[in-house]
Structure formats: structure tokens, C-alpha cells
């Protein structure tokens, strides 16, 4: 029968455990919580490599006794009774970290921000970076990437994710939510303006804000402006929207046009009688031929034009 060699152990072989131990992998070896001496190098080896078990959380304590060590051993058929132990009363283990603080984490993500707007034309400005926590993470080889949220416009509040990653496989995550200001020029009104009121230069002015927070169909452009009306009555600085204002109409009912219709060459006029809702350049509307009574629809070329398809 063979014998394992470990049940022969050197009697000079001598294990103390510390008091207190600080270890950086998933597992607590007896080598990492103790100083092993002997004579039996391979046993020694052998020591060292048992596990006693799972080691705490990056940052966290785990305390064991004497009756840990001792099991751990004979489950390894080590003779104990050849073996000096020496546990002091309190043991107590903790796992090696690194504290990562919040402003590691918001220099991470500001760097990721500046990265992806560094092509953006407008004016921009990071307004505030919320971080939730810090975070502790185990010792090791760290890397650590940015990720946005899914159909992240870069405005506003925008969420990002970041993660490190220690080695292969632990990985944490932490969420920063950076808000970013988009400065553009938008039309504002100067005064309150009543509904169907033309908008001139003394109504109008040109102001900076964070479009983030405007809806998207805000005017910008000044000069598009004037000689529209407003559809409605707005107030004094309110940010001016594409559906506020419209085109003042050209026609109304009661108008006497001239109707043309054009096929190649051949070019037909009548006069007309606007007999439906009032139009803009561009819109049909209804119109009687003053000369058959037909009513037919045209589009609006100016004031005094209409055009029929012929």
C-alpha cells in the first residue's frame, strides 16, 4: 500500500498564523495567513497551498479560528499531530482593493464626453456630472471602458456606463449621468403678440439658451421670421416653434383672380372668384370661373394668380 507522503510529516514543521492577513485572490491560502517553516521543503510547499476558503469581498473581513485551520488540514490527510500550530485567539482576513473614488470616475467619463462631442459645430458645455457611489474593486489588472446608454442623443441628461474590469472575469459597473448644455441662438418674442398679428423686427429678438431643453421644432433662424403671423396669441418671451407662426395668406374669399391654365405652349386666362377658405402661395383652394360658373380648384401663384392643372 502507498502511503501519502504528507502523513510523515517533519515534526520541526512549525505554522503561524498571523493575527491579521491581507489577501487578493477568491481563495484564503494557509500561505497567505501564515509564516511556514520546517525542514520538508515539499511539505512546506504543500502547506502553503491548502486552501482554508473563500476569501471576503474586495474590502471586507472574514474572520476564522483555530477549528478552520485544523479541518482544512486533515481534510488534506495531514498528520496534525506532527505539526506545531500556533492560531492566535482572533483571526481576522481581508481582501486587498482599490478604492476608485467619484472623481476618478467623473474624470472617466468627462474624458469620453469630450472625446465624442469634440466634432460637434455648436457651442457646448458640461453643466453638471452626478456620480451615485464609489466603488471598490479587488486587486488586480484594471481596465475599464465607457459605455452610453442605447439611443443617447448627447443632450440633456445623458447616462453613462462604466465599467472596470479586474482580469477576466470581475467586473462592476457604475452609472454617471453627465448634463449637457447645447447653446444655440433661438427667436424669442420681445412683447405678447395677439393671434394673426404679422411679426415684425420690433417683435422679435435673437437669445442664447440650451436647446436640451427646448422642443425640437424651435426657429433660428431670425429672417425666416419676419412677414409671417402668428397663429395664435403668444407671450412675451416665449421661444418661437415652427407651429406658433405660418405664412399670412394672399387670397381670401371675395377675391377676384386671374385663372391661367398652361399645357406646352398654349397658355388659357379667366378671371376667377375665390369662393372657399382664404390661401397662401402654394395652397389649392376653390375657385369659380366668372365666365363658365364652373367651380374648380387652383393653386395660389401670388395675390392675383391662381393655376389650374390643364
Same mark, same amino acid.
Given at each position: 500500500?502507498?502511503? &501519502?507522503?504528507?502523513?510523515?510529516?517533519?515534526?520541526?514543521?512549525?505554522?503561524?498564523?498571523?493575527? $491579521?492577513?491581507?489577501?487578493?485572490?477568491?481563495?484564503?491560502?494557509?500561505?497567505?495567513?501564515?509564516?511556514?517553516?520546517?525542514?520538508?521543503?515539499?511539505?512546506?510547499?504543500? %502547506?502553503?497551498?491548502?486552501?482554508?476558503?473563500?476569501?471576503?469581498? &474586495?474590502?471586507? %473581513?472574514?474572520?476564522?479560528?483555530?477549528?478552520?485551520?485544523?479541518?482544512?488540514?486533515?481534510?488534506?490527510? /495531514?498528520?496534525?499531530?506532527?505539526?506545531?500550530?500556533?492560531?492566535?485567539?482572533?483571526?481576522? @482576513?481581508?481582501?486587498?482593493?482599490?478604492?476608485?473614488?467619484? *472623481?476618478?470616475?467623473? *474624470?472617466?467619463?468627462?474624458?469620453? +464626453?469630450?472625446?465624442?462631442?469634440?466634432?460637434?459645430?455648436?457651442?457646448?458645455?458640461?453643466?453638471?456630472? !452626478? @456620480?451615485?457611489?464609489? @466603488?471598490?474593486? &479587488?486587486?488586480?489588472?484594471?481596465?475599464?471602458?465607457?459605455?452610453?446608454?442605447?439611443?443617447?442623443?448627447?443632450?440633456?441628461?445623458?447616462?453613462?456606463?462604466?465599467?472596470?474590469?479586474?482580469? !477576466?472575469?470581475?467586473?462592476?459597473?457604475?452609472?454617471?449621468?453627465?448634463? +449637457?448644455?447645447?447653446?444655440?441662438?433661438?427667436?424669442?418674442?420681445?412683447? &405678447?403678440?395677439?393671434?394673426?398679428?404679422?411679426?415684425?423686427?420690433?417683435? /422679435?429678438?435673437?437669445?442664447?439658451?440650451?436647446?436640451?431643453?427646448?422642443?425640437? $421644432?424651435?426657429?433660428?433662424?431670425?429672417?425666416?421670421?419676419?412677414?409671417?403671423?402668428?397663429?395664435?396669441? +403668444? $407671450?412675451?418671451?416665449?421661444?418661437?416653434?415652427?407651429?406658433?407662426? *405660418?405664412?399670412?395668406?394672399?387670397?381670401?374669399?371675395?377675391?377676384?383672380?386671374?385663372?391661367?391654365?398652361?399645357?406646352?405652349?398654349?397658355?388659357?386666362?379667366? %378671371?376667377?372668384?375665390?369662393?372657399?377658405?382664404?390661401?397662401? !402661395?402654394?395652397?389649392?383652394?376653390?375657385? *369659380? $370661373?366668372?365666365?363658365?360658373?364652373?367651380?374648380?380648384?387652383?393653386?395660389?401663384?401670388?395675390?392675383?394668380?391662381?393655376?389650374?392643372?390643364?
Amino acid at each position: 500500500m502507498t502511503i &501519502p507522503a504528507v502523513l510523515f510529516a517533519n515534526p520541526g514543521t512549525e505554522i503561524n498564523v498571523f493575527g $491579521n492577513s491581507e489577501v487578493n485572490g477568491d481563495e484564503i491560502y494557509l500561505g497567505d495567513i501564515s509564516r511556514i517553516t520546517g525542514k520538508d521543503a515539499r511539505l512546506v510547499r504543500e %502547506l502553503r497551498g491548502v486552501v482554508i476558503g473563500r476569501a471576503p469581498l &474586495p474590502g471586507k %473581513l472574514r474572520r476564522i479560528d483555530e477549528g478552520d485551520i485544523r479541518l482544512r488540514l486533515k481534510q488534506k490527510d /495531514i498528520d496534525l499531530s506532527r505539526i506545531r500550530l500556533k492560531v492566535p485567539q482572533k483571526v481576522e @482576513i481581508q481582501r486587498g482593493f482599490v478604492l476608485i473614488s467619484k *472623481e476618478k470616475i467623473q *474624470e472617466l467619463a468627462l474624458a469620453f +464626453i469630450r472625446q465624442k462631442m469634440a466634432r460637434e459645430k455648436n457651442e457646448w458645455r458640461i453643466k453638471d456630472v !452626478r @456620480i451615485k457611489k464609489e @466603488i471598490i474593486l &479587488p486587486k488586480g489588472d484594471i481596465t475599464c471602458r465607457v459605455e452610453p446608454a442605447s439611443n443617447t442623443d448627447f443632450l440633456g441628461k445623458v447616462p453613462l456606463a462604466v465599467i472596470f474590469k479586474v482580469g !477576466r472575469e470581475f467586473e462592476k459597473k457604475v452609472w454617471a449621468v453627465v448634463t +449637457i448644455e447645447m447653446l444655440r441662438q433661438v427667436v424669442v418674442t420681445k412683447r &405678447p403678440l395677439r393671434r394673426h398679428r404679422q411679426i415684425t423686427e420690433d417683435d /422679435i429678438k435673437l437669445q442664447e439658451m440650451d436647446s436640451a431643453r427646448l422642443p425640437s $421644432n424651435i426657429v433660428t433662424d431670425y429672417d425666416a421670421i419676419l412677414g409671417k403671423r402668428t397663429k395664435r396669441a +403668444i $407671450n412675451a418671451n416665449t421661444v418661437l416653434r415652427s407651429n406658433l407662426i *405660418e405664412f399670412p395668406p394672399i387670397v381670401k374669399r371675395g377675391d377676384v383672380v386671374t385663372v391661367i391654365a398652361e399645357s406646352g405652349g398654349l397658355r388659357i386666362t379667366a %378671371l376667377g372668384l375665390v369662393k372657399g377658405r382664404e390661401g397662401r !402661395r402654394g395652397e389649392r383652394i376653390k375657385v *369659380e $370661373n366668372l365666365d363658365s360658373k364652373r367651380t374648380l380648384y387652383a393653386q395660389v401663384v401670388d395675390s392675383k394668380t391662381v393655376k389650374v392643372d390643364f
